[in-house]
Structures are given as structure tokens and as C-alpha cells.
């Protein structure tokens, strides 16, 4: 994090409650990380024209003076005091926060947001693809028994405790997890770098109990591998700060596969970090202008690349209406140089950045503060990328593992590749 106040600068996709929940694109909660407390999908970058946009202001801007604010406040708080009922009840730093993120939301923007201290540590752990806990993925499990694991990272301490993807997770330590909702459960199972957790699990009918060591986990945001007729498949979840390194590993292994054509899955990417997608898109473009960033005084800064790594073979670019920010930055840009299709459904439509600022006592706000630009000037804000060949994702209940939208970029990418 730097010095001066700021961390980098993301751009937060959409609200928590737009984003897709469905059987085709599970997504769980990464252990370690609070899920489904923050929606993560800001853009953070570190542009000099960013980092000098929050510098200055005043308490309000009306003609309500701080002392009025702060009578108004003393005598609701007064009026409280002397008559609430439920008295016994009343949490004073709840109240107090509630008037930060009270001051915040009253902006009608859904991007801007007060994070108290719990939230901003959640978030910064979700931006920057690490945290504290043990390498798995859970979802709360369909019988409402316990919660399932649905996935394990290689070498993490879930794998290396024997824990596996199926088991049902039924008690962390002495905490029971039936009825619990499933952020309690992530916190149980989260906790500080080299201690130990418990974790009782059912699989195949056995109870069976195991200990794992916490470690600091990399989230694996990245998947890929090579499809039929040597076309490469890369899955981008997120854009967080350990996803280039990933995205670039993926590429380099598809080519020593020998790769002659790429499908790249944006679908569901609620968006990352500006500079994360920004050097991702530098392995790809040719040379020219990545994005552009205009902040309310009209001032502008342009992102662009030295077009050394343009990628020349076959390309498609996944995207539907969940696809925002980050994502929307990377497939405009695809889009608009023309060395790829972009297949699916049009985006979210998510074109303003976010500041988040540091407010030094551990909480931070997330400001709406510019908008951006693909690299031939469009605002997607509101519109979204519309795709070049629009498929509808149809659901095939007879063979719920087949993907019809990925069905057809490959077929986009293997007709250039005739």
C-alpha cells in the first residue's frame, strides 16, 4: 500500500445484489476472504492523475454549517438517551458508523461507499488476491446440513490436511456450522498465518476430523487449458493483483502447447485492479491507447501500450451482462483494436472509477471520481460492450455441463483459424 493515504486505484463493478447466482456459474466464498461482504469490483490504479484527485474539499457543501450538523446530532442523540426503549440494546459504535456510511450512501451513487474497519480489511484482502486461511472453496451445502467444499487449491493446507472437494464441513473447532450463515463460518475457518484450525467434514457417509496450518493463499483467478484442435481456454474470475502473473503463466504454457487460436471467459468478472488489466491487455495489444481515464475538471490521462506482445492469432472474448468494469475495460479494448470477437451478451455497463481512500484508522471510502474511455473514445457507462456474435446462454438441463456461448467461440475462433 502506499504512503500518502492512497491505495490503488479500482473500480467497483456493480452492487452486490445484481450479480448472477446461478447453477452454471457457481461461485462460492474463498475461504479467508469475508464473502459476499464487499462486492469486489472496483478498479484501483496508480496514475498520477488519480492520485491527485482527492487532495482537497470542505465538510459539506451546502449552507449547513459543521456546528449545526453537530447540535442536530447531540439532540437526536440526547432524545435517544432519555427515551429509547430498547436501551440495553444500543451499540455506540455501531451508531457512529452508521453515520459514516449514512454520509456516504446519502450520495444516491451505488460505487460510493464508507467501509468500517471488518469491511476495508475484507476488501483490501479480496483486491489484492491473498489472505490468511487454508486454500479452499466453500458454498453453503444444498441440504442446509453444513457447508460444502467445492473446491481445493493444489499444495494449500486444505490439501495437505486430506480435506477434499465433496466433503461437507459440519464443525470448525468447537463451532457447530448447522444454521450458521456462511460468512460465520468463513471467519471460523480464517485466522492468522502458521495456527492451527480443526475441521470435521463428512464424506461418503464418515466422519473424519482434520488440522490445517494457515498460510497466506494466493487466490487462483486464472484457469486454462488447451481444447480440441489446439485452441487455448483461459478463465479470468477477477482482476486482482496476483491475476497478470497468472494470466501471463496461462499464455505461455498454451503456447509451449503449441496453441493456434484463444477463447478468453470474461463471463461473471465483476472487475479488478486498473494496472492488473491494463499489463494483461499489454500482452495482447498492438500499439496505442488501452484506456483512457477523464476526471471531473476534464482532465485526462491515457493508458496505453508499446504493442511488443501483440497477440496475432485467432481471438474471442467471452463476456454476458455480469461481465463489468475491468472486464468491460479489457473486451472494449479487444473490441476496438479488432484482434478478437467478442461472443456472448453485452456487459454490465460499469464506466466510472473509484478512489479508495485511507482514512487512517483503518476504514476507508470508496469515491466515485472519473470516468473512462475504451481506446476509440466510447463511454460504456450505462451501455455496456455489445458483443460481435450475440449468443444467449441456454441452459441444458439434460447435460448441465454443457456451454453453449463457449461452444460458439470456439467455433468464431476456429472459423478464422480455416
Request: aromatic share 8%; glycine share 10%.
Amino acid at each position: 500500500m502506499e504512503q500518502n493515504g492512497f491505495d490503488r486505484l479500482k473500480e467497483d463493478s456493480m452492487p452486490a445484489e445484481r450479480q448472477k447466482k446461478d447453477g452454471k456459474f457457481l461461485k462460492g466464498a474463498a475461504v479467508g476472504a469475508v464473502a459476499a461482504l464487499v462486492a469486489v469490483a472496483c478498479i484501483f490504479g496508480g496514475s498520477a492523475l488519480v492520485r491527485n484527485i482527492l487532495t482537497g474539499g470542505s465538510y459539506a457543501s451546502g449552507d449547513v454549517s459543521e456546528n449545526d450538523v453537530d447540535q442536530k446530532l447531540a439532540k437526536i442523540n440526547d432524545l435517544i438517551d432519555r427515551y429509547y426503549l430498547y436501551e440495553d440494546e444500543i451499540d455506540e459504535d455501531s451508531l457512529i458508523e452508521g453515520i459514516y456510511s449514512g454520509y456516504a450512501s446519502a450520495l444516491g451513487d451505488p460505487y460510493t461507499e464508507y467501509y468500517d474497519e471488518e469491511e476495508s480489511q475484507a476488501l483490501l484482502e479480496n483486491t489484492n488476491g491473498e489472505f490468511s486461511g487454508i486454500g479452499a472453496t466453500l458454498t453453503q451445502s444444498s441440504d442446509g446440513s453444513g457447508v460444502a467444499i467445492v473446491n481445493v487449491y493444489e499444495d494449500s493446507p486444505a490439501d495437505k490436511a486430506g480435506l477434499q472437494a465433496g466433503d461437507i464441513l459440519y464443525q470448525v473447532d468447537d463451532h457447530e456450522v448447522q444454521g450458521e450463515d456462511l460468512e460465520t463460518v468463513v471467519s471460523w475457518v480464517k485466522g492468522e498465518t502458521g495456527t492451527e484450525v480443526t475441521l470435521h467434514v463428512r464424506r461418503d457417509g464418515e466422519e473424519l476430523t482434520v488440522t490445517a496450518v494457515r498460510d497466506t493463499i494466493e487466490v487462483q483467478t486464472v484457469e486454462y487449458e488447451m481444447k480440441e484442435g489446439k485452441i487455448g481456454y483461459i478463465s479470468v474470475s477477477e482482476f486482482d493483483t496476483v491475476t497478470y502473473d497468472q494470466f501471463s503463466e496461462a499464455l505461455d504454457s498454451l503456447d509451449e502447447q503449441g496453441m493456434e487460436g484463444l477463447v478468453i471467459d470474461l463471463r461473471n468478472n465483476p472487475g479488478g485492479n486498473l494496472d492488473t488489466v491494463t499489463e494483461m491487455l499489454r500482452l495482447l495489444l498492438p500499439e496505442g491507447t488501452i484506456v483512457s481515464v477523464k476526471d471531473k475538471n476534464g482532465d485526462t490521462e491515457e493508458l496505453t501500450c508499446d504493442g511488443e506482445h501483440e497477440f496475432t492469432k485467432p481471438l474471442a472474448v467471452l463476456v454476458n451482462q455480469y461481465s463489468a468494469s475491468a472486464s468491460e475495460i479489457f473486451s472494449g479494448a479487444i473490441q476496438d483494436y479488432g484482434i478478437g470477437q467478442i461472443v456472448g451478451v453485452t456487459t454490465y455497463g460499469k464506466g466510472v472509477v473509484q478512489q479508495l481512500v485511507d482514512l487512517g484508522d483503518g476504514t476507508y471510502l470508496k469515491l466515485t471520481i472519473a470516468e473512462y474511455y475504451t481506446p476509440s473514445g466510447r463511454s460504456i457507462n450505462g451501455v455496456g460492450v455489445e458483443p460481435d456474435v450475440e449468443v444467449e446462454y441456454e441452459y441444458d438441463e439434460n447435460n448441465p455441463e454443457a456451454d453453449n456461448q463457449l461452444e460458439r467461440a470456439l467455433e468464431v475462433v476456429r472459423s478464422q483459424m480455416e
